[in-house]
């Protein structure tokens, strides 16, 4: 492909224009998005052992089959994500090898455990919301395939984030045991939902460079900020507490105000030092490994196919 300069990749950005699989892009530019997007798709596919956790034991059939199919549609963003990084010339194997080796990250939230059924919609409500905000703006990334990706993994996380609600919504108007377990939920998952989003701006090495290039189109506090206020007014009609006693509408700023994020957490549970990421880690590479006879499979199938199609 001919070389495309530093200015005609900059016109094409100006112009709201979008890049495809073949058109020349600067390095970096191809080197960012491999990053963000593997990290999103192991973080997909992380992301399903939480919940994971609770199909077994989910207290109806209808509350099992919901969560069975919000499961297996983790794992399918996870394949749109590593078939679009693909894209940008990298492959999937080696990607895989980079997230069980340590070398490349998943989110944080993945990290924390699911210690009663209220966090399964605790999950859905927060952490599912979480993600609508930041990967709606992301439908408009400058890189083709992974903003198609996300259009349809946004309309199945809004699926995802109403059942979460109606999950909470439920325990809330139950029991006064079931309301305390949903409060004690939403009292554990609010403050690691927060750090989904990233360090704050002024502590965010990639931003400056991912804004300009189109690849995120807001900051990390600015999607923090309209999580917050997202979230606010739907905990009053969860009849739940944010367990933030500095939340308050700010008139002037037209956002709710909020207390200070610990991102010594944030980056303690990045290092691996989170409550489950040893376990997450040993689960994921032990499935990997017993997987192995499905890829040889697959593998003598397409070697078989191809000789008989030379045959
Ligand atoms: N968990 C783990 N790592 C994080 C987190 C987090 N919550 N937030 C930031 N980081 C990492 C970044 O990946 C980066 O490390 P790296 O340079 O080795 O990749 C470092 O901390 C510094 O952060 P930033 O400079 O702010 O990095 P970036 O510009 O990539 O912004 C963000 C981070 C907002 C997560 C961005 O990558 C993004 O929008 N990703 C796409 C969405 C996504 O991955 N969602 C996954 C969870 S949602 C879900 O799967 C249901």
Redesign the pocket.
């Known amino acids: 492909a001919p070389e495309l300069t530093d200015e005609a990749f900059a016109a094409l950005l100006a112009d709201d224009g979008r890049v495809e699989p073949r058109d020349p892009m600067p390095e970096g530019y191809r080197r960012t998005l491999v990053?963000?997007i593997a990290?999103?798709a192991h973080?997909?596919i992380i992301?399903m052992q939480p919940e994971g956790n609770w199909i077994s034991r989910a207290p109806s059939l209808r509350r099992k089959a919901i969560l069975m199919a919000k499961v297996q549609d983790?794992a399918g963003?996870g394949l749109y994500l590593y078939a679009a990084a693909e894209t940008l010339g990298v492959d999937r194997a080696d990607l895989l090898d980079q997230l069980h080796t340590g070398r490349q990250?998943?989110?944080?939230?993945f990290n924390y455990p699911t210690l009663s059924w209220a966090d399964v919609g605790a999950i859905g409500w927060l952490?599912?919301g979480?993600?609508i905000v930041?990967?709606v703006p992301?439908c408009r990334c400058s890189y083709g395939p992974y903003a198609r990706a996300m259009v349809r993994v946004c309309k199945e996380?809004s699926f995802h984030q109403r059942q979460g609600f109606e999950i909470l919504h439920t325990l809330s108007h139950g029991t006064p045991a079931q309301k305390a377990m949903a409060q004690d939920a939403v009292d554990r998952y609010w403050w690691p939902s927060l750090?989904?989003?990233?360090?704050p701006d002024d502590d965010?090495?990639?931003?400056a460079q991912?804004m300009a290039w189109g690849i995120?189109r807001f900051s990390?506090d600015d999607l923090r900020q309209r999580f917050v206020d997202m979230t606010v007014p739907q905990a009053e009609v969860l009849g739940l507490t944010l367990p933030d006693p500095e939340i308050r509408w700010n008139e002037e700023r037209g956002h709710y105000d909020f207390g200070t994020v610990d991102f010594t957490e944030?980056f303690e549970?990045?290092k691996g030092n989170g409550p489950c990421n040893r376990d997450r880690m040993a689960h994921r590479v032990a499935a990997h490994e017993d997987g192995a006879w499905v890829r040889e499979a697959a593998d003598a199938y397409a070697a078989k196919q191809v000789a008989r199609t030379e045959g």
């Open positions: 990053r963000q990290q999103h973080s997909e992301g983790e963003h990250k998943y989110s944080s939230i952490v599912d979480a993600a930041n990967q992301l996380e750090m989904m989003f990233g360090p965010s090495p990639n931003s991912s995120k990390n944030l549970v990045i």
